[in-house]
């Protein structure tokens, strides 16, 4: 067959319906995210307000150590995150993808249950369990392994445990996207060739499922880089991250051309990832737009 | 042949109860009698009944489902009809759009609450519901567009041909091809939209004013003013909530024909 | 518009124009970006006739069909039906009804809903729609299966969905877009007489587009064969077979035993051709008017048209000398490869239970044919 000459699209209803929502858009979401950029670069007023003279002075001041300190801890804990949620997520994706077919929307269903739940409650579980006389030191004092409690909460393990445990489901979908796509025959042509496990798994399997790993990787370190709930509850005084920081700078101490330059480095660091995402995803069919 | 072996079922095991256990918990000790120990003094229903007659919070819950109800209904009808519409815009301009449209679901959402915060401080709007509707319009546009557009791209383009063939207008295309196949992914969009508005924190958080408390925000106090029963009660409830919200777009979705 | 109107579903109003042509296309052309996918092509389909558009991939065949449904416009020329002209009429209001390739039937409607949905979308009454769903369901042998889904069919029984729910809007035509070529090689061979049949028996008229040359050659009245964008010869299907226009055609109709060569002076009644492979002796060729002697040509026979035999024809026939190279038995026939000269396969087949004698592989043979069989293309 020719390909079909025109684009044959489905609706059969005019573009300008889209009108009004990209209108939408623009007023309330880039508009708004114009006049952060815009702020970033004015200069506070001595009681709080905005005095509106070009200045690079806010990006200077986060040079300052105080502020790198946090938005090095931020990609840390995202990067620590990152890897704990493939550590995790890989089995878990790859025993999803090798089970009965008719089971896996189940499971699936099953990881991504949490996540559409929501994220402040889910957050808060982590509370009871992490606290003083939460379960989990009670648990360890019962069987005798710690004498007194430990300070479990308010830590930055707490934090990264918080992470890891609201975006597992995003390294989870993509990596059961990539497994399900290699062929098992391709693991059996392996073995019978000789190949350890070992081997199988760095020499076929991960090059194979490679794409779906960048993806994963990426969408688990997005969400974790600008949380700011997780460190909030979960974390101390000493392990706040960006998140915090911008809030800190809005509500607390009104520097809101501070909070602003913070802002956009934020934004500068996410929006590499989502680059990054898009061109490992142009390669290979990404897990968020199947074509 | 299955290559599971035993180290990849106990991982994903443990993956699973760490997923399930934290929640597990909560909902269990929201059923706790014991004031303030976590040590289990016998199951009750009281920090429910509690939770009946906190005024404020039933206030509370009053305006996270007026914000989520207002907000599902615009964005579905914004951003539906950007799904409609772009459609048969030329190739290039739907990539700009997608770009715009996925912007908002990826830019952490601090960042959204406080670009809409100042917004609206600059345009001397007072903070409160109708700043949240409009903020939650905002988010919702997105996923409402996409879930949509995700539909509209796996559906043959043969069926649209077919029907304007068998003498249908524009309009009996979309009435009686386009919204008939696209009615299970619509009413999933709306479910997904009323969650996530139900749901959220942080845009609400910035862009109410002290009039207008949702639920989340309601939690939110709560823990930070210290930990009572009544926040177990309130969480389990959310968690019901939301996850029967889930269900039932999971469900309707799972029609698709 | 012509309003619903409900006459039993058979020749419509053959009596009043039979002669005059449904479909007249005027020298359309259609570019997408630099490539010009139908060049000036030009047609009439007569009432009640089966008309396929043959051709290979990329031919144009299904941009042409595609205008003729509306979904696009010729960049030039004219599209008429019933002596109206088409041009900016959008498919909905065009009197054509398409069976599309995909079949696309409404995966959330009925089968019934599916038939009734062009008679729905014209406000045919009720009533009236379940009789003629009825009716073409009948005709289509589907009664019965009314409240099916389109996924509960078989891939035959959707394709006769397909077909019903064109021909219960009794339109001037039926548009047929490559109708089966998502069926297995059997159900094909079934639909083919089941959709000639349907045809004969409404009286339809049928533009069917088509790469398989056998389906077109069995179930059309004309075949209008198309490469490149061209229309490069339309006519019956035997003539189209016997008589092409061009070595393309004559190739993508069937095989094409050809042999090179230029034209020499007049012996008898016939005129000579010298192969320009040497080697092999001038041959005898039916004698057109006009081409002078020292034109080069290629003569092209058909299988069908070549004798194979151990010795030497007794008859002056052309004749040819070669050997057998290969010999591929199909149960109903045996085919032989014969080397020609040095670079040429022809073809021959001899049918299964005719008693000639067999043929054995390397062994020389005598390929000879009547002088006014071969068919010459000049350059």
Redesign the interface.
Request: aromatic share 14%.
């Given at each position: 067959?020719?390909p079909?000459?025109?684009?044959?699209?489905?609706?059969?209803?005019?573009?300008?319906?889209?009108?009004?929502?990209?209108l939408?858009?623009s007023v309330?979401?880039?508009?708004?995210?114009g006049?952060?950029f815009a702020?970033s670069f004015a200069s506070r007023g001595t009681y709080g307000g905005i005095v509106w003279e070009f200045t690079p002075s806010n990006y200077l001041d986060l040079l300052h150590p105080l502020y790198g300190k946090i938005l090095g801890q931020s990609m840390w804990y995202a990067t620590v995150t990152t890897a704990l949620c493939f550590v995790?997520?890989f089995?878990?994706a790859?025993?999803?993808a090798?089970?009965p077919v008719r089971w896996q929307p189940l499971l699936l269903?099953?990881?991504m249950?949490?996540f559409?739940?929501?994220?402040?409650?889910?957050t808060?579980?982590?509370?009871?369990?992490l606290?003083h006389?939460?379960?989990i030191n009670?648990f360890l004092m019962a069987l005798g392994v710690v004498d007194a409690p430990l300070e479990l909460l308010y830590t930055p393990a707490a934090v990264v445990i918080g992470l890891?445990?609201g975006y597992?489901p995003f390294m989870v979908l993509p990596l059961y996207v990539a497994v399900e796509r290699l062929d098992?025959l391709l693991?059996?042509a392996a073995w019978d060739l000789y190949a350890s496990?070992w081997a199988v798994l760095t020499h076929v399997i991960l090059p194979l499922t490679k794409p779906g790993i960048v993806g994963g990787c990426i969408l688990v370190f997005?969400?974790s880089?600008?949380?700011?709930?997780t460190p909030d509850?979960l974390g101390g005084a000493r392990s706040m991250m960006?998140?915090n920081l911008?809030?800190h700078e809005?509500l607390v101490v009104r520097d809101?051309p501070l909070?602003?330059a913070v802002?956009f480095v934020?934004?500068a660091v996410?929006m590499t990832a989502?680059v990054l995402y898009y061109r490992s995803a142009s390669r290979t069919d990404g897990p968020l737009e199947?074509? | 042949m299955r290559h599971s072996s035993a180290g990849l079922n106990v991982v994903s095991l443990l993956a699973m109860l760490f997923l399930y256990g934290p929640i597990f918990v909560l909902v269990l000790y929201s059923f706790n009698a014991a004031h303030l120990s976590m040590a289990w003094r016998g199951a009750t229903l009281k920090w429910y009944a509690a939770l009946m007659h906190d005024e404020a919070l039933l206030a509370a819950t009053a305006n996270s489902l007026l914000i989520a109800v207002v907000s599902t209904i615009g964005a579905t009808c914004l951003g539906g009809l950007i799904a409609l519409g772009m459609d048969r815009l030329p190739g290039r301009r739907q990539l700009l759009i997608e770009g715009t449209l996925v912007l908002p679901l990826v830019i952490p959402e601090v960042m959204m609450g406080v670009a809409l915060m100042l917004f609206f401080v600059m345009l001397n709007m007072p903070l409160g519901l109708t700043t949240v509707i409009l903020g939650h319009i905002v988010f919702n546009i997105p996923l409402v567009t996409i879930m949509l557009r995700t539909r509209l791209r796996k559906l043959d383009p043969a069926l649209g041909e077919a029907a304007a063939d068998l003498g249908a207008s524009s309009w009996q295309v979309f009435r009686y091809v386009t919204l008939p196949l696209l009615r299970p992914a619509l009413w999933g969009a709306i479910l997904v939209a009323f969650t996530v508005s139900l749901d959220d924190f942080l845009v609400t958080f910035f862009t109410a004013g002290p009039g207008a408390t949702t639920l989340p925000l309601k939690v939110y106090s709560m823990i930070k003013s210290g930990v009572t029963p009544e926040i177990n009660a309130l969480s389990a409830l959310l968690l019901v909530l939301s996850m029967s919200c889930v269900g039932l777009a999971l469900h309707l979705q799972r029609r698709e024909v | 518009m012509t309003t619903p109107s409900t006459p039993p579903l058979s020749i419509p109003d053959g009596s009043r124009s039979a002669k005059l042509p449904v479909i007249e296309i005027r020298g359309i052309v259609r570019r997408h970006g630099p490539v010009t996918a139908v060049d000036q092509v030009s047609f009439e389909v007569r009432r009640g006739e089966f008309f396929s558009i043959l051709g290979p991939s990329g031919a144009g065949k299904t941009s042409v069909l595609r205008m003729l449904a509306g979904f696009e416009d010729p960049d030039q020329g004219d599209v008429l039906i019933d002596g109206r002209s088409m041009l900016g009429v959008p498919p909905n209001r065009r009197p054509l009804n398409l069976v599309f390739q995909s079949y696309a039937l409404f995966p959330h409607l009925t089968v019934f809903e599916n038939v009734a949905f062009g008679l729905k979308m014209r406000r045919v009454a009720p009533p009236l729609i379940a009789e003629q769903v009825r009716e073409a369901l009948t005709m289509v042998k589907l009664l019965g299966k009314e409240s099916r889904l389109p996924a509960q069919l078989s891939g035959g029984e959707q394709q006769r969905v397909a077909l019903a729910r064109a021909l219960v809007n009794k339109p001037a035509v039926v548009l047929l877009d490559e109708p089966l070529a998502a069926l297995d090689q059997q159900l094909r061979q079934e639909m083919q007489v089941e959709l000639k049949s349907i045809q004969e028996q409404a009286g339809l008229t049928c533009v069917c587009v088509t790469h398989h040359q056998e389906e077109a050659m069995m179930m059309s009245d004309r075949i209008a064969v198309m490469h490149q964008g061209r229309m490069w010869q339309i006519g019956a299907p035997r003539e189209v077979y016997e008589r092409p226009c061009n070595l393309f055609v004559s190739r993508f109709l069937g095989v094409s035993n050809e042999l090179p060569g230029r034209l020499e002076g007049l012996v008898g009644e016939h005129r000579r051709f010298q192969p320009s492979d040497d080697e092999q002796p001038p041959l005898l060729v039916h004698p057109v008017s006009d081409e002078e002697a020292g034109r080069s040509a290629t003569l092209s026979l058909r299988p069908e048209q070549l004798r194979m035999t151990h010795e030497r024809p007794a008859r002056p026939d052309p004749l040819l000398r070669g050997r057998i190279e290969k010999t591929l038995f199909s149960g109903s026939n045996t085919k032989y490869l014969i080397r020609v000269g040095h670079d040429r396969l022809w073809e021959v087949r001899h049918r299964s239970g005719t008693h000639l004698p067999p043929f054995a592989l390397g062994e020389p043979v005598f390929l000879s044919w009547s002088a006014s069989d071969g068919r010459l293309f000049f350059e």
């Open positions: 067959m020719p079909r000459p025109l684009p044959s699209r489905f609706s059969s209803l005019p573009g300008w319906l889209a009108v009004p929502g990209l939408w858009m309330f979401f880039l508009v708004p995210l006049l952060v702020i995790l997520g089995p878990l790859y025993v999803i090798r089970s269903l099953l990881v249950l949490p559409w739940t929501n994220f402040l409650v889910r808060y579980a982590w509370m009871i369990l606290r006389d939460g379960l009670r890891v445990y597992l098992p693991v059996e496990r997005i969400p880089i600008g949380s700011f709930i509850l960006i998140g911008i809030q809005y809101w909070g602003s802002s934020l934004m996410v989502v199947g074509r | - | -």
